[in-house]
């Protein structure tokens, strides 16, 4: 559902405020989103070329150029971004909601290999269809860009060159921890990890009673986890029985015990195989 032509980008004025008050070259933040604003920090005492830093008025011709291209679409939830195999012609920012990311396998099963959270960079790819599909968790709302122009915008700007390489190396590297949790860590260190990343992701919700929302359903936490979902359940259940979470309701938790969930998330199989089966 196509919404506005050029609605989503920094220097569309009001947009530009809400979404962050820092501009922190991460995989979680994007300039060029609405409300990725530069901040002091990020300014580095406004150098100009040549001084080694970034200055406020590169960062808004930056989040300027992608406006110029940018389309805001929204995204009902259990609705497709894109499917497998069809033309990469687009690539794109979340700027609220959620996407997870996922192929389907020849016994019918889904593997959910990322979700994409507000502020990340979904469907750029180097060839010439999408390898995954994209369907929209929540209703969620991204700014759709045409990929030969993001590209050659990317490639003309240093600020939004260096905003994409962090963005592709820190994909990288989540894809390595995430391979690493699934083929190292037990059923239960998945699920306790997974939840401090959700923690950490989503804040906590004045709807849920400062509790931390839990967006997906059981079932998109096992595909994503590697998991059946029974066993993400009973691995809910336990840590709540043990307390070191608390269930406020079915999809919002709060942290119980700090310390020992932690420990749990950031333990390190030492038996030669910590997959405690499915």
Same mark, same amino acid.
């Given at each position: 559902? @196509?919404?506005?032509?050029?609605? +989503?980008?920094?220097?569309?004025?009001?947009?530009?405020?809400?979404?962050s008050?820092? &501009?922190?070259?991460?995989?979680?933040?994007?300039?060029?989103?609405?409300?990725?604003?530069?901040?002091?920090?990020?300014?580095?005492?406004?150098?100009?070329?040549?001084?080694?830093?970034?200055g406020?008025r590169?960062m #808004?011709?930056?989040?300027?150029?992608?406006?110029?291209?940018?389309s805001?679409?929204r995204?009902? /939830?259990?609705?497709t971004? &894109?499917?497998?195999g069809?033309?990469?012609?687009?690539?794109?920012?979340?700027?609220?909601?959620? @996407?997870k990311?996922?192929?389907t396998?020849?016994?019918?099963?889904? +593997?959910?290999s990322?979700?994409r &959270?507000?502020?990340?960079?979904?469907?750029l790819?180097? /060839?010439?269809?999408? +390898?995954?599909? /994209?369907?929209?968790?929540?209703?969620?709302?991204?700014?759709?860009?045409p990929?030969? #122009?993001f590209?050659?915008?990317?490639?003309?700007?240093?600020? @939004?060159?260096?905003?994409?390489?962090?963005?592709?190396?820190?994909?990288?590297?989540?894809?390595?921890t995430?391979?690493?949790?699934?083929?190292?860590?037990?059923?239960?260190? #998945?699920?306790? #990890?997974?939840l401090?990343t959700l923690?950490?992701?989503t804040?906590?919700?004045?709807?849920?009673?400062?509790a931390?929302?839990?967006?997906?359903?059981?079932?998109?936490?096992?595909? +994503?986890?590697? @998991?059946?979902?029974?066993?993400?359940?009973?691995?809910?259940t336990?840590?709540?029985?043990?307390?070191?979470?608390t269930?406020?309701?079915?999809?919002?938790?709060?942290v119980?015990?700090?310390?020992?969930?932690a /420990?749990?998330?950031?333990?390190?199989?030492?038996?030669?195989?910590?997959?405690?089966?499915?």
């Open positions: 559902m @196509l919404i506005s032509n050029s609605a +989503h980008v920094e220097m569309n004025v009001e947009a530009v405020m809400s979404l008050a820092r &501009f922190q070259i991460s995989e979680q933040t994007a300039p060029g989103v609405r409300g990725w604003t530069p901040s002091q920090s990020s300014v580095a005492d406004s150098g100009g070329p040549g001084c080694g830093t970034i406020e590169d #808004r011709e930056a989040a300027n150029a992608l406006s110029v291209i940018g805001t679409l995204v009902r /939830a259990g609705e971004l &894109f499917v497998e069809d033309s990469a012609g687009k690539c794109y920012v979340v700027v609220s909601g959620l @996407l990311e996922f192929n396998l020849k016994d019918g099963s889904c +593997h959910i990322d979700l &959270f507000p502020g990340v960079l979904v469907g790819t180097p /060839a010439p269809a999408y +390898h995954q599909t /994209a369907e929209a968790i929540q209703e969620t709302c991204l700014t759709s860009y990929v030969e #122009r590209r050659m915008i990317v490639a003309g700007n240093p600020v @939004l060159s260096d905003w994409l390489a962090r963005t592709l190396l820190g994909d990288l590297e989540r894809t390595r995430n391979g690493l949790a699934l083929s190292r860590l037990s059923a239960m260190e #998945r699920v306790a #990890r997974f401090l923690r950490r992701l804040g906590s919700s004045s709807d849920l009673g400062g931390h929302p839990i967006p997906m359903s059981r079932q998109d936490m096992a595909d +994503h986890l590697g @998991l059946t979902i029974e066993t993400v359940c009973r691995c809910l336990t840590l709540k029985g043990k307390g070191l979470i269930m406020i309701t079915a999809h919002g938790f709060t119980a015990n700090e310390t020992a969930i /420990a749990l998330a950031e333990h390190e199989d030492r038996d030669g195989d910590g997959r405690n089966g499915r």
